[in-house]
């Protein structure tokens, strides 16, 4: 079942899965009031963190999860999915190695390339043979199928790909091996039920990573669902929209990036309620950052990669760079300081969480500049060790040389190189969502959340001009309440390569059968026709293009097309013949976001809300700053920079040339000067 419109059952709770914390946000419906902590992450059984947190609530007579997980995602980068064999059609086994023969670093001499998740003594070939219109050239040899599952058999295989060529034309074989080996008990993603699409690599990898990763999923999700039932129980999926568990069990690559998704939702929510539709989203947390551009619409492609595997199901544009706030600093044979990708994560964790790490980290370097204090962190619930820190980085300034500042120590100074060392990780990632999509990061704001953002996100907008930074009340668990925001999202896609000429009408009966299906599935999940919205769109290109624009169905589509193409390309081909690769539907269910209620704005003074001075480093020198409690700033509360500001789960920080307003939201709205500090 969907959300009911009025919100009015039982109580909703978002959580998210990171690296170092677990989210929960807990919305109760009949106070409309939101609730939020953190607990430490279980790396090794995600599970029972959340498990942990769920135990904390109070029992409701309903509760609704709507959760965000990175068992999938982890399972392809660390290698550690369902043991998977491929079947495809005979010729083509080296697919997955020998995939688009593309060049990550051009001038890389010793590229190092991520091996197939299949290796090559677990892919099998099978005599069949489609042409590109569906017809068969060569019948399927059924008897070979019986040799290769004795061979799985005999491997322990636990999860089978089956991709043939052209099957999204004609699906007659794959649907047949796929039932023989559903009925030896093997689980068997085929690629004509997981991607009708052309492209026989992207489609064989999308599909190996749905085999490899969905068994885990499905007992990570089925120890859950056992352990909360009767609770409604809801993923996130890549798209921004939410799936009931019994669907999202069998396509795990449906929620590959379903975290930094529900951080998107949740920035393009609370920017609205600010009244901003284009913006920059800035999510930081312990192991790394996530950026988004939200335009009105959020942006969704069907070009991701995650551990070197193409998937080519819809997900969110988002990149991420891993710097976060565990990213580990070190000296490299050069004797260069280097900050990440390595992660200190949840355990150990940096230095001055006190759990055994020695390595220090942007945590342990914002602990030693004095602008996170040890005694406000998660709202006093945890307590920093700063000499711990101060340990750490002692220790690493002792291996590199570094130019001291008047007033400051080597450690200092490394700490101020080490949060340099981060931003430009973090302003480069920006860019290559905004300045290199052609998108001007001026004309936007900079949403900021996850645990970390705060502390970094006025110096990344100052280097990149961008005039605003918004931080929402609920910046470090954002990606949480984005979950209960998350409408219902399906996606529908069939390759049908037609010309130029072709009648509307063909295009739209292509389409029926689909969103026949779109209406059906809507209706299991439990949304009703009045929240239902259907949208028809066609992949198209000019004859002679490798890709192609994404534009809706109509009848102007062409027309529509050669705008999409002039504003993305700076060119168009107004009189060049074009070709309908794709017809899409994607299927929303709408369904009402939990309630923030408006409060009145009033005195500019925040006075009541100052905690106390303190010495904090800045690039020339230490001074004293004020610090102010995040729980007792409100409505038209007005600070100029420097200030810290102590939130239950984050801090911020803003540079001497800074200007903040609390609105009626409470989020913090901060002008950003010119000037560094």
């Known amino acids: 079942m969907a959300i009911p419109d009025n919100h009015q059952l039982g109580s909703w709770i978002g959580i998210d899965i990171g690296g170092t914390f677990t989210d929960f946000v807990v919305y109760v419906a009949r106070d409309q009031a939101v609730q939020r902590f953190k607990i430490l992450s279980t790396p090794s059984n995600p599970a029972e963190a959340v498990l942990q947190g769920l135990h904390q609530l109070p029992h409701q007579v309903s509760r609704h999860i709507v959760h965000g997980s990175t068992v999938a995602t982890n399972a392809i980068l660390e290698r550690k999915g369902a043991r998977t064999a491929l079947i495809t059609t005979k010729g083509f086994r080296d697919v997955l190695s020998i995939g688009r023969q593309d060049r990550p670093e051009l001038y890389d001499l010793f590229p190092s390339i991520s091996p197939p998740l299949v290796p090559r003594e677990w892919t099998f070939e099978i005599t069949e043979r489609l042409d590109h219109e569906g017809n068969i050239v060569t019948p399927l040899q059924e008897i070979e199928l019986d040799v290769i599952i004795q061979e799985l058999k005999s491997q322990e295989i636990q999860s089978v790909a089956v991709s043939f060529l052209f099957s999204f034309v004609n699906s007659a074989h794959e649907r047949w091996v796929t039932n023989r080996l559903r009925a030896e008990g093997l689980f068997v993603t085929a690629s004509s039920e997981i991607l009708p699409e052309f492209r026989e690599y992207e489609r064989t990898s999308t599909t190996v990573v749905n085999a490899y990763v969905s068994p885990i999923l499905d007992a990570y999700l089925g120890q859950l669902a056992r352990e909360i039932a009767p609770t409604e129980f809801h993923i996130l999926q890549s798209n921004g929209g939410r799936l009931s568990v019994a669907q999202a069990r069998g396509h795990g690559v449906r929620s590959i990036l379903s975290g930094p998704a529900g951080g998107v939702v949740g920035a393009r929510y609370f920017a609205g309620l600010a009244g901003f539709n284009r913006i920059l989203t800035f999510d930081m947390g312990g192991t790394s950052t996530d950026v988004s551009l939200v335009h009105g619409d959020i942006h969704v492609t069907t070009e991701a990669e995650v551990g070197g595997c193409p998937i080519r199901v819809p997900v969110i544009d988002i990149h991420t760079v891993g710097s976060g706030g565990g990213s580990l600093a070190t000296v490299d044979a050069g004797g260069n300081l280097r900050v990440g990708p390595q992660s200190a994560g949840a355990n150990p964790g940096p230095a001055c969480y006190g759990r055994g790490g020695h ?222 690769v794709n017809v899409r539907v994607r299927a929303i269910g709408r369904v009402t976001p939990p309630s923030i209620l408006k409060v009145p704005l009033g005195k500019t003074d925040a006075t009541a809300a100052k905690w106390e001075e303190r010495p904090v480093v800045v690039s020339q020198g230490i001074q004293r700053v004020p610090y102010y409690w995040g729980d007792r700033l409100r409505p038209g509360h007005e600070i100029s920079g420097p200030a810290i500001f102590v939130l239950d789960d984050t801090t911020v920080y803003i540079g001497p040339d800074d200007h903040a307003t609390i609105d009626g939201y409470l989020n913090i709205l901060i002008q950003v000067g010119a000037s560094n500090d």
């Open 359 to 580: 390595i220090p980290t942007v945590t342990d370097a914002h602990v030693v500049l004095g602008r996170l204090p040890t005694d406000g962190f998660l709202g006093g619930k945890m307590a920093l060790d700063r000499d711990a820190a101060n340990t750490a980085l002692d220790a690493l300034s002792t291996q590199i040389p570094l130019l001291t500042v008047s007033g400051l120590d080597s450690k200092h100074c490394l700490a101020l190189g080490m949060i340099q060392i981060a931003n430009a990780h973090m302003e480069r990632a920006l860019r290559v969502i905004s300045v290199e999509r052609g998108e001007d990061p001026r004309e936007a704001v900079l949403v900021s959340f996850g645990g970390a953002g705060g502390l970094h996100a006025c110096d990344l907008a100052r280097s990149l001009a961008i005039p605003h930074v918004l931080i929402p009340p609920m910046a470090a668990t954002l990606s949480a309440l984005g979950m209960l925001a998350a409408d219902v999202q399906l996606d529908y896609v069939r390759t049908v390569m037609l010309s130029n000429d072709t009648p509307f009408e063909m295009l739209e009966q292509q389409i029926k059968s689909m969103v026949k299906q779109s209406e059906e599935d809507l209706h299991r999940e439990g949304i009703s026709p009045e929240q239902a919205v259907i949208i028809r769109t066609v992949d198209v290109r000019y004859i002679g293009q490798a890709y192609d624009l994404n534009v809706p169905l109509m009848s102007q589509f062409r027309e529509e097309f050669d705008r999409v193409h002039q504003e993305r390309y700076g060119y168009c081909q107004e009189d060049a013949p074009i070709e309908i």
